[in-house]
């Protein structure tokens, strides 16, 4: 079974950072990892994806400001987020697929880990 569990989320103001960490109890050779958003009353959004070939892909509200990274050694994937505005307010979640076909379509999910920021 595998297990994210997602810290580093909090409250800032615009203009702010902060830096999401997601462990996971296991890792596979192949796999993307990455970070999804929902916020109240909207559809779930994929944030940023990294997959262990190093290619990463980014929403286009976030390119620029977000980057994600992954250690290997420590199971261990971050997003560090700057610049942040009141829209990116949403509950950040965590989420795994090993051995993808294509796509990133994750089997694994964190608990989440709020981000609030305020104007």
């Known amino acids: 079974q595998v297990h994210l569990v997602e810290s580093g989320g909090g409250s800032v103001q615009a203009g702010g950072s902060l830096r999401l960490s997601c462990a996971a109890s296991v890792m596979y050779v192949r796999y993307c990892m990455g970070w999804f958003r929902q916020a109240p009353g909207k559809e779930r959004e994929g944030v940023a994806i990294?997959?262990?070939?190093?290619?990463?892909t980014y929403a286009a509200s976030v390119k620029g400001r977000f980057t994600i990274a992954l250690d290997n050694a420590k199971r261990t994937v971050y997003l560090q987020m700057n610049s942040l505005k009141p829209e990116d307010t949403a509950m950040y979640y965590c989420?795994?697929?090993?051995?993808?076909?294509?796509?990133?379509?994750?089997?694994?999910w964190g608990q989440g880990t709020q981000v609030t920021v305020s104007s």
């Open positions: 990294i997959y262990s070939d190093g290619m990463t």
């Open positions: 989420a795994a697929e090993f051995y993808p076909e294509g796509n990133c379509r994750p089997d694994y």
